[in-house]
Nanobody
Framework: QVQLVESGGGLVQAGESLRLSCAAS????????MGWYRQAPGKQRELVAAITSGGSTKYADSVKGRFTISRDNAKNTLSLQMNSLKPEDTAVYYC???????????????WGKGTLVTVSS
């Protein structure tokens, strides 16, 4: 099993930055893809950014150029640097991991409990 714990969420104003972190423990060596996903009220959970163990990345179009995902395999951590935040970025952000290299929401095997990001206008 793999345990994922997110941190770093909070309330910020539009245009500001936040950095989310995810600490992974357990059988993390099983995991290939890791990523950040978010779910806003009344909406489906969606991919924000993901990265494979080989370093390939995928970003949602809405965050390209503003968010950066990074992974430290030695420390078993996943981070998401979020710049130029917008009110529409408001959501619960989840860290997730997958034993395969695919990054789609429904492919992910392990999930954290989420951290709330609120962006005020």
């Amino acid at each position: 099993q793999v345990q994922l714990v997110e941190s770093g969420g909070g309330l910020v104003q539009a245009g500001e930055s936040l950095r989310l972190s995810c600490a992974a423990s357990g059988m993390i060596f099983l995991c290939n893809a890791m990523g950040w996903y978010r779910q806003a009220p009344g909406k489906q959970r969606e991919l924000v950014a993901a990265i494979t163990s080989g370093g390939s990345t995928k970003y949602a179009d809405s965050v390209k150029g503003r968010f950066t995902i990074s992974r430290d395999n030695a420390k078993n951590t996943l981070s998401l640097q979020m710049n130029s935040l917008k009110p529409e970025d408001t959501a619960v952000y989840y860290c997730a991991a997958n034993r395969e290299a695919t990054m789609y929401v429904h492919d992910m095997d392990y999930w954290g409990k989420g951290t709330l990001v609120t962006v005020s206008s």
